[in-house]
Nanobody
Framework: QVQLVESGGGSVQAGGSLRLSCVAS????????MAWFRQAPGKEREGVAG????????YYSNSVKGRFTISQDNAKNTLYLEMNSLEPDDTAMYYC??????????????????WGQGTQVTVSS
């Protein structure tokens, strides 16, 4: 089993930047995919970016492509999300998630069996 802890959320103005971090602990060698999701009040959980830790393949949602960058530091067991050119529509609770002892689509929250507690991102206009 694994544990995920996010950090780095906060309040910024439109056009600003923010970097989120997610530290994984436990049996991290059994993680096949990690991803960032976000959920705003009244909306469904949305996949933002994902990375398959085994081969390094990276994917983004159309809404953040070109603005956000996902990366990982295997030595530190840490996942990052660099967010640039932030917009008010980016306001949401952001979650780090992992596929532990399983492998599926990066954008489907039901494929992930471990989740962090979430970190709030608020973008003002």
């Amino acid at each position: 089993q694994v544990q995920l802890v996010e950090s780095g959320g906060g309040s910024v103005q439109a056009g600003g930047s923010l970097r989120l971090s997610c530290v994984a602990s436990g049996v991290t060698a059994r993680i096949n995919c990690m991803a960032w999701f976000r959920q705003a009040p009244g909306k469904e959980r949305e996949g933002v970016a994902g990375i398959y830790t085994t081969d390094g393949r990276i994917y983004y949602s159309n809404s953040v492509k070109g603005r956000f960058t996902i990366s990982q530091d295997n030595a530190k067991n840490t996942l990052y999300l660099e967010m640039n050119s932030l917009e008010p529509d980016d306001t949401a609770m952001y979650y780090c998630a992992a596929q532990y002892r399983r492998r599926g689509n990066w954008y489907d929250p039901f494929e992930f069996n471990y989740w962090g507690q979430g970190t709030q991102v608020t973008v003002s206009s």
